[in-house]
C-alpha cells in the first residue's frame, strides 16, 4: 500500500502511442507524476523526455525498471518484448500497467500473473471498453439483474479496411492522429494478431459482463494477404486477420465472439446480450474512445412482431466525471474518459492495497480463451478452459 499524500511516480515505456495518449491520460489525475520514458535507443529516448517534459530518458528497461524513484510502469511497445519488461518491473517492486496482447502464449501469460502475486503488487491490462460510459453503465445494468438467467450473447469488434487508390491495408496498422504505423501487426513473431488483439479485448469486456469463459471452439484466417500501405511499404502479413469463437459460459450463457482488422466500412464494436427478461445492445463506432459509445435496452414483454420495444439509453453523467477531473458528459474529450476511469482504478488498488480492474488474473483467463481458440482450429473441438 503506497502513501497517500505521495505523488506515484510512471515510468512509462515507448514513444508512440504509450507516451503520447497514456502519458497525456495520466497527468489528468490528480498525485500523479510521468517521471520517466524509456525507449529501445538513447537518441530517441531523450528525444522523447524533451518533447513531452519526462525528467528522465531511459534506454535500458532493466535500469528503468531498477529506478527507486519510480512507483508504476506502464508497459507498451510489441506483446513479444512486454514478457521479459513485465518481469523486471515486478522484480524491481513496481506496479504494472501493461498492453493487450497479454502474453505471447499462456505460459508466459501465467508467469506473469505469478510473478505479480509473489511480488505483491498491482497488475493491470489495457481493456479499455470496460470503462467506457456506456459499457459502465452496460455492466450496473447487468449486476442490478436486467437480463435475468444470462442465456447468450454476440460480440463483434471489427475494424475497417482501408483503400485509398491502389493501397489496401488496415486501418490499425496505419493509424492517423500522429501515431507512427504499427507494423509489427504483420509480423507473426510479434505476438498480435487480429484475433489475438481483437479477442484479447472482446474477452476481458464479455467476462466482466458475464463471467469466466468454460469452454470454447472456433477458427482464425488471414484472408487479405497483401498491406499496401501510403507510404509505398508492401507488407505479407504472417498474423491472423480474422477471428470466430463460439463460446460456452460457466453460467450457462452461450454466444460468439467476431474480431478482424479486414472488415470494408467497419462499425467496431458491438456487444449484444441477453436473459430471460432482457437485452441489452453496446455500440461504439470507434475503438473505445469513450464518447462516441451507445445503449440500448430493451425488456422482455409483448409488442408488434419485429418492432423493437426498448429504447436508446441516456447514459448517467456519472460515468463521464472521473475523479480528479474536471470531465463532464458535455466536455469530456475522446479517449481521457475510458483512460483515465482505468488509471484511476489503478491508482485506488494501489493506494488501498486491493485488486484493480482489468487485472492480471482476468488476462490471464483471457489469455487462455484466446489461446484455446486457436488451438480448436487444429482439433476441430471444443476445449475446457481449464486445460489450457
Known amino acids: 500500500m503506497s502513501q497517500p499524500d505521495r505523488p506515484l511516480r510512471i515510468g512509462i515505456v515507448g514513444a508512440n502511442w504509450s507516451l503520447k495518449v497514456h502519458g497525456t491520460a495520466w497527468r489528468l489525475l490528480p498525485g500523479i507524476e510521468v517521471a520517466a520514458v524509456c525507449t529501445a535507443h538513447r537518441e530517441t529516448a531523450e528525444a522523447a523526455a524533451q518533447a513531452f517534459g519526462v525528467p528522465k530518458a531511459y534506454w535500458n528497461i532493466q535500469e528503468m525498471?531498477?529506478?527507486?524513484?519510480?512507483?508504476?510502469?506502464?508497459?507498451?511497445?510489441?506483446?513479444?518484448?512486454?514478457?521479459?519488461?513485465?518481469?523486471?518491473?515486478?522484480?524491481?517492486?513496481?506496479?504494472?500497467?501493461?498492453?493487450?496482447?497479454?502474453?505471447?502464449?499462456?505460459?508466459?501469460?501465467?508467469?506473469?500473473?505469478?510473478?505479480?502475486?509473489?511480488a505483491g503488487k498491482v497488475g493491470i491490462v489495457d481493456a479499455q471498453f470496460r470503462w467506457v460510459p456506456a459499457g459502465m453503465h452496460m455492466k450496473a445494468l447487468v449486476d442490478e439483474g436486467f437480463l435475468g438467467q444470462p442465456l447468450g450473447f454476440n460480440v463483434q469488434l471489427l475494424m475497417p479496411l482501408q483503400q485509398h487508390g491502389e493501397d489496401?491495408?488496415?486501418?490499425?496498422?496505419?493509424?492517423?492522429?500522429?501515431?507512427?504505423?504499427?507494423?509489427?501487426?504483420?509480423?507473426?513473431?510479434?505476438?498480435?494478431?487480429?484475433?489475438?488483439?481483437?479477442?484479447?479485448?472482446?474477452?476481458?469486456?464479455?467476462?466482466?459482463?458475464?463471467?469466466?469463459?468454460a469452454r470454447a471452439t472456433g477458427a482464425t484466417r488471414t484472408g487479405v494477404k497483401q498491406w499496401h500501405l501510403p507510404d509505398?511499404?508492401?507488407?505479407?502479413?504472417?498474423?491472423?486477420?480474422?477471428?470466430?469463437?463460439?463460446?460456452?459460459?460457466?453460467?450457462?450463457?452461450?454466444?460468439?465472439?467476431?474480431?478482424?482488422?479486414?472488415v470494408p466500412d467497419a462499425a467496431c464494436l458491438r456487444v449484444e446480450i441477453w436473459g430471460d427478461r432482457g437485452r441489452l445492445l453496446l455500440e461504439d463506432p470507434t475503438f473505445g474512445d469513450g464518447i462516441a459509445a451507445r445503449l440500448y435496452a430493451g425488456r422482455n414483454g409483448r409488442g408488434q412482431y419485429g418492432a423493437p420495444i426498448g429504447e436508446?439509453?441516456?447514459?448517467?453523467?456519472?460515468?463521464?466525471?472521473?475523479?480528479?477531473?474536471?470531465?463532464?458528459?458535455?466536455?469530456?474529450?475522446?479517449?481521457?474518459?475510458?483512460?483515465?476511469?482505468?488509471?484511476?482504478?489503478?491508482?485506488?488498488?494501489?493506494?488501498?492495497?486491493?485488486?484493480?480492474?482489468?487485472?492480471?488474473?482476468?488476462?490471464?483467463?483471457a489469455q487462455r480463451v484466446v489461446e484455446a481458440v486457436i488451438q480448436s482450429q487444429q482439433t476441430g473441438q471444443w476445449l475446457r478452459i481449464d486445460d489450457i
Open 65 to 118: 525498471c531498477a529506478d527507486p524513484s519510480l512507483d508504476v510502469i506502464d508497459v507498451g511497445s510489441r506483446p513479444s518484448f512486454r514478457y521479459d519488461m513485465v518481469k523486471a518491473a515486478f522484480a524491481g517492486g513496481k506496479h504494472v500497467y501493461d498492453a493487450l496482447p497479454f502474453a505471447l502464449d499462456v505460459a508466459r501469460a501465467r508467469d506473469m500473473y505469478e510473478a505479480g502475486q509473489r
Open 168 to 213: 489496401v491495408y488496415p486501418y490499425c496498422a496505419y493509424p492517423e492522429g500522429g501515431i507512427n504505423p504499427y507494423l509489427w501487426l504483420a509480423d507473426a513473431t510479434s505476438g498480435g494478431g487480429g484475433w489475438r488483439n481483437f479477442g484479447s479485448h472482446s474477452v476481458l469486456f464479455l467476462t466482466h459482463l458475464l463471467g469466466k469463459v
Open 232 to 262: 509505398g511499404t508492401r507488407l505479407t502479413p504472417g498474423t491472423e486477420d480474422l477471428g470466430c469463437a463460439t463460446l460456452a459460459l460457466e453460467n450457462g450463457a452461450i454466444g460468439n465472439v467476431q474480431t478482424g482488422w479486414c
Open 312 to 365: 436508446w439509453l441516456d447514459i448517467p453523467g456519472r460515468y463521464y466525471e472521473v475523479p480528479g477531473t474536471p470531465f463532464t458528459k458535455t466536455s469530456a474529450p475522446p479517449y481521457m474518459v475510458s483512460m483515465g476511469w482505468m488509471f484511476h482504478e489503478m491508482v485506488q488498488s494501489i493506494r488501498h492495497g486491493r485488486p484493480g480492474s482489468p487485472n492480471f488474473a482476468e488476462a490471464y483467463h
